[in-house]
């Protein structure tokens, strides 16, 4: 029987790779102008600068993608709630907010670093209000799953108004660029922006695996972690805040681009199981394929009408919550 599962997971994990190289190379061919594969080597200049610009696109689109995954993935297994992601708890929200504000103030044209950093500030800000909240309201001084979520979206909602508000105060010459920005969008990707997001991402995986047995146990009880030994505080502050930042990093430099922190966590666990240090590698990649293929649809199903990304990702996220909604159904 364990040989079949294990056999049955290679088979997966080898089509999952398989699937994922043929929708990066599809990220490549198609677009507002589409290429055949013999182009991609063509010598023409026209060419050439499509394929670099393409393939930093389908790059950019893949370290988000692990960024949100993974992000969501720390978020759900902290909070122990299965509805956590960036977006729902306000993250993304507070991490569009910092950002705006530094773009709105003109700080981030003479520091462009500051964007970056306004972000992970606000995002930062956000979870630590939820979590704050979740303590004040549990009497027994432990997160709340039940709360979590709700406070989240409250959270969410709040800084949502304060950065329509922003918007509401840009020239109507800048609003239509902020919009897309607000709806997710891939075209501010570049090598420098790609490598700082893939290292960041690299050492949030690489964390999650070390200190995979203590988030495995966070995630199951509190209680039972505090009783084997585990600082609790330091180990959930410090995966928060590592989560944070990845979130804000792909909120700064791509706009919100909800519900990929919910989905993809959810399909691995679902295949591959719910230990986090094995499936966390699997979530990163699973979840740079599927925004890939994401900025893919967004720029196929109109003709040369290109659609935020965030619009895919919310299609699929709406998508999902049925599901989600009837397997509890089903359970109950």
């Not at 050492?203 to 585990?230: H, M, P, T």
């Not at 967004?298 to 990304?309: A, T």
Request: charge should be positive; hydrophobic fraction near 60%.
């Amino acid at each position: 029987m364990k040989k079949a599962l294990l056999k049955n997971k290679k088979i997966i994990n080898f089509s999952l790779i398989c699937c994922g190289i043929i929708v990066m190379i599809c990220g490549v061919l198609f677009g507002d102008t589409s290429l055949s594969f013999a182009e991609i080597f063509d010598d023409s200049t026209i060419n050439q600068l499509i394929v670099k610009l393409r393939v930093e696109r389908v790059c950019f689109a893949f370290v988000i993608g692990m960024a949100l995954s993974v992000a969501g993935l720390i978020y759900q297994a902290i909070l122990r709630n299965q509805l956590a992601e960036p977006a729902i708890l306000g993250v993304s929200s507070g991490a569009g907010l910092g950002a705006c504000i530094m773009i709105f103030t003109g700080i981030s044209l003479k520091y462009p670093i500051t964007l970056s950093l306004g972000a992970f500030a606000g995002g930062t800000v956000a979870i630590t209000i939820v979590l704050i909240l979740c303590t004040i309201l549990n009497a027994r001084k432990l997160f709340s799953i039940n709360l979590a979520i709700l406070i989240g979206v409250i959270v969410s909602n709040l800084f949502s108004s304060l950065l329509m508000t922003i918007i509401a105060l840009v020239p109507a010459g800048e609003l239509n660029s902020v919009s897309w920005w607000l709806l997710g969008n891939l075209d501010g990707g570049n090598c420098d922006v790609i490598l700082i997001l893939l290292l960041v991402t690299f050492f949030a995986v690489l964390a999650s695996c070390l200190w995979g047995r203590e988030l495995n146990l966070l995630s199951i009880d509190q209680k039972l972690s505090y009783n084997v030994g585990l600082n609790n505080m330091a180990i959930t502050v410090s995966f928060l805040l590592v989560a944070s930042l990845l979130a804000s990093l792909a909120v700064a430099n791509s706009g919100i681009i909800g519900f990929v922190g919910l989905i993809v966590p959810h399909i691995v666990k679902i295949i591959w199981g719910q230990n986090l240090q094995k499936v966390v590698w699997i979530v990163a990649f699973f979840g740079g394929f599927f925004l890939v293929f994401c900025d893919l649809l967004s720029r196929i199903i109109i003709e040369n009408r290109p659609l935020p990304i965030g619009i895919i990702t919310a299609f699929f996220g709406g998508i999902f919550f049925i599901y989600l909604l009837f397997k509890e159904r089903e359970v109950v």
